[in-house]
């Protein structure tokens, strides 16, 4: 992995994260979000560029093995990686974003922290970060030391996807407060989660659409849909 100029330190095993990056999806590890990854995949154009890309869909007949193996029948394993499966969700989640402010084009204002509030809640940004905590646990490594040049690693958590472009209310403090060495923890998320919202809570209970699943006191508490991922990790 070609590495950014950040100092990585003794503790960073970046052989580590890329024995994790591409460690294979097996039988019974995200049980029905396999059937959920199979369609998404199926249904990838080249007009979806990142995961295209992700899913290196342009080398050889890698599509067309995808579409020989997985059309038409219900999947036991699939062929993808947790680094793919946890930068597919991280790219979903950034989009799932972007139409709040696609939404409202035209209209006055910035959307309402309720719709921001169902958004965060949406099973890939939550999937994204947990697999991306996963992540820097296992190699010991912050988010700086896991970027390279092409790709910032501490822009990629749901909290900072929001706030990062979009001078809004409700982000205030949610990445000012967070140092590096947080984000290993769940930062700028963590400070997103005790926002609360009106009608929906605090940002980490997404109870409201449906679910309450408890992951870990580190992480929030998200919809049970995301155990379909999360399964993956644990």
Known sequence: MEQSQSNVTSFCNVTAYTEW?????????????LEKLRNALL???RSDVDGWRIMDFESGTRRDDF???YSGRRPETLAISKGQVMELATVWCGEELNSLWIEIAGGHGPPSNVS???AMCNENCLASDALRIQSMEISQCDCKELSTNNSDFC???????????NSIEICSGVIEDCEVKDFQFGCPREKYN??????RGLGSECASLGCNLVLSPVLYTGCAALA???LIIF
Not at 194 to 199: L, Q, R, Y
């Open 21 to 33: 990056y591409s460690s294979q999806l097996v039988e019974n590890d995200a049980h029905l979000s």
């Open 43 to 45: 249904g990838m154009t």
């Open 67 to 69: 579409l020989e193996l």
């Open 116 to 118: 921001i509030h169902d």
């Open 155 to 165: 822009s990629t958590n749901s909290a900072a996807l929001l706030c990062y472009k």
């Open 194 to 199: 005790i926002i609360e919202v009106p009608s």
């Open 228 to 230: 379909l991922y999360v």
